[in-house]
């Protein structure tokens, strides 16, 4: 037997077979944003999925599907004001609508950052730790987190959306539509808004001048970074420092033996970890101090997701 | 059989007797700050305890004893670093020293806050719920959080230290040694800092400047603002409302069904309950919305405390 694992994210939506052992045995993807139309988008990620089983000898032979999906609640099965995803609706019944087009197959759904804490609790970084929290720094922020070994959902599937706590009041815009959520700041595009914000307000000479404002990505930033440029070292001080800072209030919450960090901007490494270990610390209240190792994902982005989702179909 | 229930406070210490109805049989109290020896504190309400125990048939009739207290470590049984207890060790070994002095009594310990949560679950409004986090708003300000029905102890057992998340980013100096903590700002002793910071900047006429401003309590403030006072309406205002924001980011966390605010200032009622709701829902991200109350513990503090703690001692 074996499950199929998807993760739906801002920019791709990638899927796949996996087996008992945790083995990915085939992968396919879309472009998320290239289906405007929510029912052409499902539609096409179904057969792409039914291609798939037929591989591994059909339907007959899924346990399950698993699903992460920003914003995505366990219990309902549904995604709800995703505000990186390109449908508008306030609820999505997701889970029912793959199930519906995949022979009544058992669907079930979790917030990315969720699927990503259950990959690294059974394949990953997480495996020997019972209290953690993985932090998803991508297109946006997202948090999965375990305590005593299982995924936290709280009273509705909705818990662990620490994105959104505040880490500068009335500060930057959010795509939640509130100010200065630590999403605003520390996934991916909050770098490049204090990129742009920081090329504008100096006159500091950097590697990133050189590049459209309007193509920036992380990735310059980063090889920046590596290249000794300042202002790129800068920016990435600020970024793990509020990254840091935020955590520090988290491991108030839960006590953890870790934080993960996972996905897009965790690849710079140590230009986020060192920075957001020495604020955490350095914020921390002092029952905490050197008690929280902060951690950086081994599993590769797509394949985590999809195993994490995928363990979900057992 | 009884259990012994301990509530270690900033002020006052107050233990009882307690059945296995949840009745509190007899108590007793002493003032913490009275004994700086930390071996004339312990020896004092030793023999105390032992004077209750004699009430109901000795130690024989004790199943065991369960102390809260701040800073209280529930895997090792010690206090560390309280900030507003009178005992400078970093590590005190309290349940150790009490169980020696208790004819080896079985001493359970843990966080005074995580005590009054147990007595919410069990006997207080938390009795139904399954996902809640009481916040406690005494000297200092302190929480417990029940996860699927459980109190969260985290990997060493101090979790749920939300009295010092930071609210305000190098804000107000904490007795933690750190600045803008929750605690700083909403505890008892955060709104008489309030108070006196209102009344030294602002002209307005008000009843809180007929009080010496070293003897002010938050008692008087609460009094002012039943007789209608603006200066102390706008008081617990500003109070609620750094709680409430810092309540809409705890909600992120967690996801729970309510929060109970619990001690001394919760007895304002309405004046502390309808700013934080106002402001929680105001700053919570939108799936969030609508779905946590706000609720004001109904039991007596020193019971709940004792009751909280005694239920460690079966």
Redesign the interface.
């Known amino acids: 037997m074996y499950t199929v694992g998807m993760d739906i994210g801002g920019t791709n939506t990638v899927f796949g077979i996996v087996d008992k052992n945790g083995q990915v045995i085939c992968t396919d993807s879309v472009k998320t944003q290239a289906y405007p139309v929510l029912e052409d988008y499902v539609d096409t990620v179904a057969a792409k999925v039914k291609a798939l089983t037929d591989k591994v000898g059909g339907f007959s032979q899924i346990a399950g599907m698993g699903i992460g999906a920003p914003?995505g609640n366990y219990y309902k099965g549904t995604i709800?004001?995703a505000p990186n995803l390109p449908w508008k609706g306030i609820v999505i019944p997701l889970a029912k609508m793959f199930s519906e087009r995949l022979g009544g197959m058992k669907v079930i759904l979790t917030n990315d950052a969720n699927a990503a804490a259950l990959g690294e609790k059974m394949y990953g970084v997480g495996k020997d730790l019972?209290?953690f929290i993985v932090i998803t720094l991508g297109t946006g922020v997202g948090s999965g987190?375990i305590?005593d070994g299982k995924l936290?959902?709280?009273?509705?599937?909705?818990?662990?959306?620490?994105g959104?706590?505040?880490v500068?009041?009335n500060g930057r815009m959010c795509g939640?539509?509130?100010r200065g959520c630590l999403e605003a700041y520390c996934s991916a595009t909050g770098l490049v808004r204090t990129t742009i914000e920081k090329l504008e307000k100096s006159d500091k000479p950097s590697l990133l001048r050189e590049i459209d404002t309007k193509k920036l990505t992380s990735k310059d930033v980063y090889d920046a970074a590596v290249n000794g440029d300042k202002l790129a070292i800068e920016i990435f001080k600020m970024t793990g420092t509020i990254l840091g800072?935020a955590m520090?209030?988290?491991v108030?919450?839960?006590?953890?033996?870790a934080i993960v960090l996972f996905g897009g901007l965790a690849k710079a490494g140590d230009f986020i970890r060192k920075y957001a270990y020495e604020a955490m610390e350095k914020?921390m209240?002092?029952?905490?101090k050197g008690?929280t190792q902060l951690l950086i994902s081994a599993l590769k982005d797509a394949d985590a997701a999809i195993l994490g989702a995928s363990a979900l179909g057992w």
Chains 1, 2 share one sequence.
Do not use: W
């Open positions: 914003n709800e004001f019972n209290h987190i305590i936290l959902y709280g009273q509705d599937g909705t818990a662990g959306e620490l959104h706590v505040i500068r009041r939640c539509g509130r800072e520090a209030d988290m108030c919450f839960s006590n953890p033996q914020n209240l002092n029952i905490y008690k």
